[in-house]
Antibody
Framework: QLQLQESGSGLVKPSQTLSLSCAVS??????????WNWIRQPPGKGLEWIGY???????SYNPSLRSRVTISLDRSANHFSLILTSMTAADTAVYFC??????????????WGRGTLVSVSS | DIQMTQSPSSLSASIGDRVTITCRPS??????LNWYQQKPGQAPKFLIY???SVQTGVPSRFTGSGSGTYFTLTISSLQPEDIATYYC?????????FGAGTKVELK
């Protein structure tokens, strides 16, 4: 059964860069037609879609973060990554990785990682 | 961007009650509406896509309906394991966006 697991820096200083990885286990990240997404949730608040990478390497980002975000795929390591630059306290959140079915027009997230808390503090 | 408005923001109900949550997008989105359930400390769980299609394994007491600018998620008979926060999400266009959530509590 496919599983996703986030890892990376849990504490980031203001103005620094966040780097997270999402490991895909139980199957290949290249199997099927899926997009691989990052979604975040500030403490006690709702969900915000950050962006996705498709297995071809194509990407799409939320315009609110586009200037600071990069999502990439590493097929050989079976994981995908998030880089978010110029971090501020407003970026403090639980960051989730999630899968969406590329073949469906109804872009739902059917598989999620457990999430990792990222705090921005000096 | 499409703004998603959920109501109520929270509700209290008893076991066995019928619970209805509303989601209103800021523009018409046909049936491009999905629902999720999130329990404290957990990732969201996917429940319903295309407004009314229930994901495999989701109990039949969960139903979704609506189109355009008005959608509902109904729990026909609330169970203890349904205590959670529920989110709607539009997939009509990018950026994908979620509602602020509806917290369902026990009365």
């Amino acid at each position: 059964q496919l599983q996703l697991q986030e890892s990376g820096s849990g504490l980031v200083k203001p103005s620094q860069t966040l780097s997270l990885s999402c490991a895909v286990s139980g199957g290949s990240i290249s199997s099927g037609a899926y997009s691989w997404n990052w979604i975040r949730q500030p403490p006690g608040k709702g969900l915000e879609w950050i962006g996705y990478v498709y297995q071809s390497g194509s990407t799409s980002y939320n315009p609110s973060l586009r200037s600071r975000v990069t999502i990439s795929l590493d097929r050989s390591a079976n994981h995908f990554s998030l880089i978010l630059t110029s971090m501020t306290a407003a970026d403090t959140a639980v960051y989730f990785c999630a899968r969406a079915d590329w073949g469906s027009p109804h872009w739902y997230f059917d598989l999620w990682g457990r999430g990792t808390l990222v705090s921005v503090s000096s | 961007d499409i703004q998603m408005t959920q109501s109520p923001s929270s509700l209290s109900a008893s076991i066995g009650d019928r619970v209805t949550i509303t989601c209103r997008p800021s523009q018409k989105i046909a049936n491009y509406l999905n629902w999720y359930q999130q329990k404290p400390g957990q990732a969201p769980k996917f429940l319903i896509y295309a407004a009314s299609s229930v994901q495999t394994g989701v109990p039949s007491r969960f139903t979704g309906s609506g189109s355009g600018t008005y959608f509902t998620l109904t729990i026909s008979s609330l169970q203890p394991e349904d205590i959670a926060t529920y989110y709607c999400q539009q997939s009509y266009n990018f950026p994908l966006s979620f509602g602020a959530g509806t917290k369902v509590e026990l009365k």
